[in-house]
């Protein structure tokens, strides 16, 4: 893909803009993560620790639930259990 002529007259070749492009994503990229609190050197533990955050939080959902599950059928079989007296 060649691109039009500019006013100078010049071409950018495929490579050029490929390499353009790319080192474009990459500054938005940085820039989009600095944004957000990310742009440091601990960029990568933290966006880590961030999902075993998230790993513990469904972890906790499912525990809880199993756990009401448990409590609930508990309580149904003893009241069972002593209204049959």
Do not use: Y
């Not at 006013?7 to 490929?18: I, P, T, V, Y």
């Not at 990459?26 to 944004?35: H, I, V």
């Not at 999902?51 to 079989?77: D, K, N, P, W, Y």
């Amino acid at each position: 893909m060649t691109l039009p002529r500019h006013d100078a007259g010049h071409r950018l070749s495929d490579h050029d803009l490929e390499a353009m492009l790319e080192r474009a994503a990459e500054e938005g990229a940085r820039r989009a993560l600095s944004d957000v609190g990310l742009g440091g050197k601990d960029a990568v533990l933290t966006i880590h620790d961030m999902q075993s955050l998230l790993e513990c939080i469904q972890f906790v959902r499912r525990t809880a639930v199993q756990t009401a599950v448990h409590v609930i059928t508990a309580a149904a079989l003893i009241a069972l259990l002593t209204g049959s007296r």
